[in-house]
């Protein structure tokens, strides 16, 4: 920076420095007017290869699987190498990371109660899967601060949720509804979340039922069991569908028709209708909803089916 009263030669030091930065500027704006197309093509070039390297996933060697088995999930050497050997080919099947098996071992083990023990006998089943770490998390601390579920019962059923298509976020309302409007007992009340939530009942039509059932009738069982039945038909704009025994796909009115009050039962045990989406992936009508928001339910019926296996 110049002084504050520069002399003669200060001056043309400074218009000299003046000029070569224009000259640059001038240069550098040349450069990027004659080049930016082709910099646009480097960069869509990259963005491209960032994509396709995002979806592979190195495979994990025998021998690193055994030493996770060895040191997160506390087995002996023996009994690592073993499980290293039965579950390292599925792993490299499903594409999980080692960063994914740290995650989900830590989701399953810290605060659950559970010791490394109970979680060495579950892990693999849990991450073959396709189990995410974060969705586990947020069901099981849904469970337990929401829902008053101890720790130990909270996990396990955190995992019956997280292994299907199922937002946590309903978690709360649902519990609200059941132990506080319906008046369950806690431990019924907690069955009841997750059956309700797996069903792919949302928690706004089985309010919206029970407040009609309570006008007609003063016996909450009878209520709630007919509030159910409604909310079963009318969730997810009345999309849901599952497959049945015999392989072909039905409502929640024809399962409740058919099986009567098993219907909930077989219900669960029945996969759930996906279609394709615009990614080539598979997904259900809820998740087409909550993707799409209010166009969801076009997007759906012009979707094509994804069979499931029964």
Known sequence: FPSANPNPQQHQILANNN????????????????????????????????????GLTAAITKEKLADFAYYSLDANRTEADKMAAANVKKVNAARL????????????????????EEVRAQFFSVAEDGVEPEVLKAFRQSLYYDC????????WAAYELAGIPVDPAPVKDMWD??????????????????????????PKALSEAWTVQK?????????????????ASTSAGGLLARYAKDGHLYSALQFQQYY?????????ESPQEKRVANDGKEYSAQEFQ??????????????SEAPQRR
């Open 148 to 155: 008053d579920m101890n720790a130990k019962p909270a996990m």
């Open 215 to 231: 006008s007609i009738t003063s016996n909450k069982g009878e209520a709630l069991k007919k509030s159910v039945f409604t909310a």
């Open 19 to 54: 000029a070569h930065l224009l000259c640059l500027f001038a240069q550098t704006t040349n450069f990027w007017k004659e080049n930016n197309k082709v910099f646009r093509k480097m960069v869509r070039l990259t963005a491209l290869l960032s994509a396709s390297l995002v």
């Open 260 to 268: 009567s009050d098993a219907w909930l039962v077989e219900w669960l």
């Open 177 to 202: 509804f059941l132990y506080n409007s319906a008046d369950l007992p806690k431990p019924e009340a907690h069955r009841w979340v997750v059956d309700l939530l797996a069903a792919g009942i949302e």
């Open 97 to 116: 990371s080692e960063k994914h098996l740290t995650d989900l071992f830590w989701a399953m083990y810290f605060n659950t109660l559970l010791s490394r």
């Open 290 to 303: 909550k993707f799409y928001g209010s166009i969801g339910t076009s997007y759906w019926n012009h979707a």
